[in-house]
Structures are given as structure tokens and as C-alpha cells.
């Protein structure tokens, strides 16, 4: 069903309001049959989102209600979050940064909401990756990450005034001799990077870019 402005062609364009055959319906601009311009699209399933459109696309500023509670405010492409937005998850967490094909990608900061504690940083692809800080409440860390984990040369700056420089090494895992009728290999378990303290400094202005911490 539609009601609204058509042209001479008799195309949905101008203002109007449409149901969609699964129930979903939007309200707002139509350019030549299809939703271009300012629009509210709301979702059968309590999914909503009040934005720009592009030919019939999520495109430009725009805010998506999702139905388990959490919120994307920002920009979009081609249906995709990209650009800069802020995200609210169902669990009180955000992320404000940079997005790109719907993940977090770029440099972006994320906040738990249970502990306080924020993640300052570099993302690929979703993931923590790249130099960043982890900011406590009376403490934080800066470092290299890598597939969410800290790596390498970092430090932990506390708010007494010290710094513990060191590193986090991955450990090396050990495959234990198996008998030869088994060659069904495991999956091993990820295993956590391991933190190797060096020295404790006054604060420097050492930052993760640095290869090694200033001696």
C-alpha cells in the first residue's frame, strides 16, 4: 500500500507513506520509485531506523534502533555502517570511532560499562589491533595489540607517578607426542600472551610507536 506524491510517470516521488508486503513500513522522501532522502523505516520484528536514504539504501546520517536493544548513531554507505558512528550495545558498552562495512575499523574508543575501564586505540575488522591504551581506574596500559590481545613492548603507567616498562610475549606451546593411530588433531587452546616487566621509571614519554622503551 501507498499513499503520497507520485511524478507524471506515476513513480512514488516526493513525500509518502508505504506498507511493504512483510509489514515493514516507511515514511518520508521517494525519488523516482525509490527511498532517497530523509525516511523512517520501521521493521516488523521492533527494528528501526530514521535517516538518509539513496536509492532504496541506508546512505548518509542516520540512526538504527536494533529490536535487542542497542543503538547506531553515525554514518552510513550503502546499507553498510561506515564512517564515524556511535554504537550502544545491549549489555551498556559503547564504541565511538570509526566503522567500516559494518565493523568497528580505524580508530575508535571503547568503553566497558561493568568495570569503567576503556580501550583508546587502533581496530581491524572488529578486533583490537594496533597501538592503543587500555585506561583503568588508577592505572593504564599502552601498548601494541594484536587479534584483541596486548603484544610486544608496553607499559603500565600508574597514577602514583610509576611506570613498569616490559612486554607481553605469546608463550610457546608445547605439542605433546601422541601415539601415531590418533591423528585427529585438537584445535589448541588460545593461549594468553604473558607479561615480562623489565623496569620501573619515573613517567616517560615513551608511546607504542617506539620499538623500545626508552632505556
Avoid: M
Amino acid at each position: 500500500e501507498y499513499e503520497g506524491d507520485r511524478n507524471s510517470e506515476g513513480e512514488r516521488h516526493g513525500f509518502g507513506k508505504a506498507r511493504l508486503p512483510n509489514g515493514d513500513t516507511y515514511e518520508g522522501q521517494y525519488e523516482h520509485g525509490l527511498r532517497s532522502g530523509r525516511g523512517t523505516y520501521r521493521f516488523k520484528n521492533g527494528a528501526l531506523y530514521t535517516g538518509d536514504y539513496l536509492q532504496n539504501k541506508k546512505h548518509g546520517k542516520g540512526v538504527f534502533f536494533y529490536p535487542d536493544g542497542s543503538k547506531y548513531a553515525g554514518d552510513w554507505v550503502h546499507d553498510q555502517r561506515q564512517g564515524y558512528g556511535e554504537y550502544l550495545y545491549p549489555n551498556g558498552d559503547t564504541y565511538t570511532g570509526e566503522w567500516a562495512n559494518d565493523k568497528r575499523h580505524g580508530q575508535g574508543t571503547y568503553v566497558y560499562k561493568d568495570t569503567g575501564s576503556k580501550y583508546v586505540g587502533a581496530w581491524i575488522n572488529g578486533i583490537q589491533e594496533g597501538p592503543a591504551e587500555l585506561i583503568h581506574l588508577n592505572h593504564r596500559f599502552k601498548g601494541n595489540f594484536l587479534n584483541g590481545k596486548p603484544l610486544g613492548h608496553g607499559k603500565f603507567i600508574f597514577d602514583i607517578g610509576c611506570e613498569q616498562h616490559g612486554e607481553y610475549i605469546q608463550p610457546v606451546q608445547v605439542k605433546e607426542i601422541e601415539k601415531e593411530e590418533e591423528e585427529e588433531d585438537e584445535p589448541p587452546l588460545p593461549v594468553e600472551p604473558k607479561w615480562k616487566a623489565s623496569e620501573i621509571t619515573k613517567l616517560t614519554p615513551w608511546s607504542p610507536h617506539d620499538k623500545e622503551p626508552a632505556s
